[in-house]
C-alpha cells in the first residue's frame, strides 16, 4: 500500500504548483481519492475530491482556485493550485474518501506573502 505525493515547494503568493500522488493500485481502483492538507496547529482537512468517474468537489476555501484530476491508467492524482496564498501552507497529502489509515509523508506546500 502506497501513497507518494510530490511536487510541494516554497512559492510567493500569487503563484501556482502542481501537486501529484501515485497510489497503489489496491487504494486507486475503485475508489474516491482526495487531497488533504495539515497546517500547523490545525487538524488535517480535506480540500479536494474526485471519483472515478470524474466528478469533483472542493473545499470553500479552495474553490476556484485549485482543480483536482486523476489519471487511472496511471494510479495518480493531480492537484493543480493557482492563485496561492500563504493560508494555503501546509503538508499536502493524498488519500481515499474515506481515508486509509496510512497517510504516506506528503508534500510541503509553503506560500509566502
Known amino acids: 500500500v502506497q501513497l507518494q505525493a510530490s511536487g510541494g515547494g516554497l512559492v510567493q503568493a500569487g503563484g501556482s504548483l502542481r501537486l501529484s500522488c501515485a497510489a497503489s493500485?489496491?487504494?486507486?481502483?475503485?475508489?474516491?481519492m482526495a487531497w488533504y492538507r495539515q497546517a500547523p496547529g490545525a487538524q488535517r482537512e480535506r480540500v479536494a475530491f474526485?471519483?472515478?468517474?470524474?466528478?469533483?468537489d472542493y473545499a470553500d476555501s479552495v474553490k476556484g482556485r485549485f482543480t483536482i484530476s486523476r489519471d487511472n491508467a496511471k494510479n495518480t492524482v493531480y492537484l493543480q493550485m493557482n492563485s496561492l496564498k500563504p493560508e494555503d501552507t501546509a503538508v499536502y497529502y493524498c488519500n481515499s474518501v474515506p481515508p486509509i489509515d496510512i497517510w504516506g509523508q506528503g508534500t510541503q506546500v509553503t506560500v509566502s506573502s
Open positions: 493500485g489496491s487504494i486507486f481502483s475503485f475508489r474516491v
Open positions: 474526485i471519483s472515478r468517474g470524474g466528478t469533483t
